[in-house]
Nanobody
């Protein structure tokens, strides 16, 4: 079982920055992945970035060079630093996790409740 609680969403103007956090409560020390997904109104959910227990990261092409995923193992917290935000980044952002090496596909089993990010032009 994994429990995830996101925080840090909000409203920002285009070009601004936000940092999302996700407290990860998990059991065991097996290999795992944690990642960020987003869903905008009327659009399908998409993977944004993920990181696994070995520290390997994956990014969607749309956020490469602008977003950075990281984790603090001592604090059991996942982060997503979002810079140079664009209006098209507006979405509900979800933290998700699973016990495997990559989270981007197929969808992970464990999800947080989400945090809204709104970018105005």
């Amino acid at each position: 079982q994994v429990q995830l609680v996101e925080s840090g969403g909000g409203s920002v103007q285009a070009g601004g920055s936000l940092r999302l956090s996700c407290a990860v409560f998990r059991y065991g020390y097996v290999s795992y992945c944690v990642g960020w997904f987003r869903q905008a109104p009327g659009k399908e959910r998409e993977g944004v970035a993920d990181i696994n227990s070995d520290g390997r990261t994956t990014y969607a092409d749309s956020v490469k060079g602008r977003f950075t995923i990281s984790k603090d193992n001592a604090k059991n917290t996942l982060y997503l630093q979002m810079n140079s935000l664009k209006p098209e980044d507006t979405a509900m952002y979800y933290c998700a996790a699973d016990y495997r090496s990559m989270c981007m596909s197929p969808p992970p089993r464990y999800w947080g409740q989400g945090t809204q990010v709104t970018v105005s032009s």
